[in-house]
């Protein structure tokens, strides 16, 4: 069994429905009265700060740079003594992130390779590696709609095209380097409810004390 509380990762181009998911999940936990932790890729820290004004292009730089700034948010982001996601494991915090297994800001803005994105996860595994990984597979049409439909801008990273080649490479690499990760690729054209439910399936059968205390599943 799992020792410590879970790390739960989840992965999908924007417009995908990530954030409708952790909410509902979060919920979930603290029905279940478990302390949760939701956080995301870039962080909140200063690292996180300097690059997603590169990504909203405040700031000019190469692509060495970006990924260097990747490497190093991602490390803090693991091991901040503060607000770094082991130490709220340690503090007995579940914790749902987006956007960490692969760093997709950088890919889809076209600063670095996917296979650079598999190495950097490669590194950072051996400081924390997630519990469970999910990616929402959606269509890349309907995933663009909800974005023109709710958004007043679009991020460089969010047009039809790009998003077609994230969601096409990353279900690539996940068939290429996923033989040794826990990847649940979910059907997320479904209705949110069915979405919730096909995640929550597979969470509950994960071997965790932080659900195997608690007999009674709440349903969202």
């Not at 999908?12 to 919920?27: A, F, H, M, R, W």
């Amino acid at each position: 069994m799992n020792k410590r509380p879970l790390f739960i990762v989840i992965e999908g181009v924007d417009g995908s429905g990530k954030t409708t998911q952790i909410e509902i999940l979060k919920k979930r936990f603290k029905d279940l009265q478990l302390k949760i932790m939701d956080t995301h890729e870039p962080s909140d820290g200063p690292v996180g700060m300097l690059i997603r004004n590169i990504m909203k292009e405040r700031i000019q730089t190469d692509p060495s740079t970006v990924a260097a700034l990747f490497i190093a948010d991602r490390l803090d982001h693991i091991n901040n003594p503060i607000n770094g996601m082991k130490n709220r494991l340690k503090q007995g915090y579940n914790i749902i992130c987006s956007r960490y297994y692969f760093s997709n800001f950088a890919f889809q803005s076209e600063f670095v390779p996917i296979d650079w994105l598999v190495n950097c996860n490669s590194l950072c595994k051996s400081y924390l590696k997630p519990d469970i990984i999910f990616y929402l597979s959606v269509d890349p049409v309907a995933c663009s709609n909800r974005l023109t439909n709710g958004r007043v801008d679009i991020e460089i990273y969010e047009t039809l095209e790009k998003i077609i080649k994230t969601h096409r490479e990353f279900l690539t690499a996940f068939e290429k380097y996923g033989q040794d990760e826990n990847i649940h690729i979910i059907d997320g054209n479904k209705s949110i409810g069915d979405t919730s439910e096909q995640i929550w399936a597979v969470i509950e059968k994960y071997p965790s004390p932080s659900l195997s205390e608690k007999k009674v599943t709440v349903k969202s």
